[in-house]
Each structure stands twice: as C-alpha cells, then as structure tokens.
C-alpha cells in the first residue's frame, strides 16, 4: 500500500513550503477514542505498538489532551495534543518514538469529553 504524507508550511495564510513523501506500507490503523470530561489517566485500550514498525503516525483531537506512554508514574513520554497542535510522528518513526508504546493514557482536565483520533502507518519504508 503506497500512502502520500503531504507537509504545507504556511504564515498568515500563505502558502510558504511545501513537501510530501510516499511510504510504501504494509498497511494502516485507524482508531478513535473518546475520553469523557476530568478523566486522569484514562487507559487507553491500544494495542502495542514496535516503534521500528512505524512509517508515520497521527494523532488530532478536538479539544485539548494530555497523553503519556506506558507508565502513568514515570512515562516514557507524555504530550499535550490540541486541535492546533496535533502530535505528528514522520518516518523514520523510531527517530521520534522513545521505545515501543505498550499503553496509552490520557488525561482529560476540561468538562466537555474530547475525542483522540489516531492514524498509524505500520511496516514502512519511505521510497521518495
């Protein structure tokens, strides 16, 4: 499966740069998640994830979230994902991944639920 990643740079509403990459995969993920309003540390049912298995990986919301990996205590990462600023992972991957994610927990601190939508592009090689 040939997946296109498309990059745009853009201020005040002018396009700047643009680029994009071809990935060749064995195929994609796609979930969704909603995390009900003052949820902490909401263990997220993900299945695990080898991050040398990675070509690219999305993750938008529609309010603001607070994610941590593997460990609620002492997570190997922890990201505040909002609808202006989605947490993007490009290939190779396993550059910016800090070992494989076994669990995903999120934390929800506003009122309103907020859902997490996650695209996964797994087995890659780029090829442009």
């Known amino acids: 499966m040939l997946t296109t990643i498309r ?3 853009t201020t005040d509403g002018s396009s700047m740069l643009q680029s994009q990459q071809q990935v060749e995969s064995d195929g994609d993920e796609r979930q969704s998640y909603t995390v009900a309003g003052g949820v902490t540390n909401d263990d997220y049912l993900f299945s695990s994830l080898a991050s040398e298995r990675v070509g690219g990986l999305l993750m938008v919301t529609g309010g603001t979230l607070t994610l ?3 460990s609620t205590t002492e997570p190997d990462q922890t990201a505040v994902i909002t609808p ?3 947490l ?3 290939s190779p991957a396993d550059d910016k991944l800090v070992g494989d994610i ?3 927990y999120l934390t929800n601190a506003g009122a309103d639920p907020v859902t997490l939508t996650i695209r996964i592009l797994k087995d890659n090689v780029a090829v442009s």
Request: charged share 15%; hydrophobic share 35%.
């Open 7 to 9: 990059h745009e740079w």
């Open 68 to 70: 941590k990996t593997n």
């Open 84 to 86: 202006t600023s989605p």
């Open 88 to 90: 993007i992972w490009g």
């Open 102 to 104: 076994t669990a995903i």
